[in-house]
């Protein structure tokens, strides 16, 4: 990998604790699940989040993203959308979204945060 882990990896352990599952991949992006395999969105709740622009994201498989505030309790914010069932999510629940202060991007802000992941070190 070409870009600095440490803010993934203190978020892996942290989710670890619970029984959480962080895949960390070449583009920027780490996918949160609970499955021992290869993670896909139909085989159990999973979304992935990146920090790729300076300021953490959460994206949904449809996808849907989401700026996280940066006093937002992340590694709590996974554990809540862990928690709401067994399918990966199509959208955060909007009582999540409310209590997380997440803010949903823009078409244009999704394609910004794409560009940084594919070039950020």
């Excluded at 990896?9 to 290869?38: M, P, W, Y």
């Excluded at 994206?59 to 067994?86: H, K, N, Q, S």
């Excluded at 794409?114 to 950020?120: H, K």
């Amino acid at each position: 990998m070409d870009f600095d882990i440490t803010p993934y990896t203190e978020f892996r352990d942290a989710l670890a604790q619970s029984g959480i599952k962080c895949g960390i991949n070449g583009r920027h992006q780490v996918t949160v699940s609970v499955q021992d395999r290869a993670i896909w969105p139909d085989a159990g709740n999973s979304f992935w989040i990146t920090v790729a622009t300076g300021d953490w994201c959460l994206f949904t498989w449809v996808p849907v993203g989401y700026r996280i505030p940066a006093e937002a309790d992340i590694p709590e914010l996974c554990r809540r959308c862990m928690a709401i069932g067994g399918a990966a999510m199509h959208r955060v629940p909007d009582e999540i979204r409310d209590d997380f202060g997440l803010t949903e991007l823009s078409d244009d802000e999704l394609e910004i945060v794409y560009d940084a992941m594919d070039t950020a070190k």
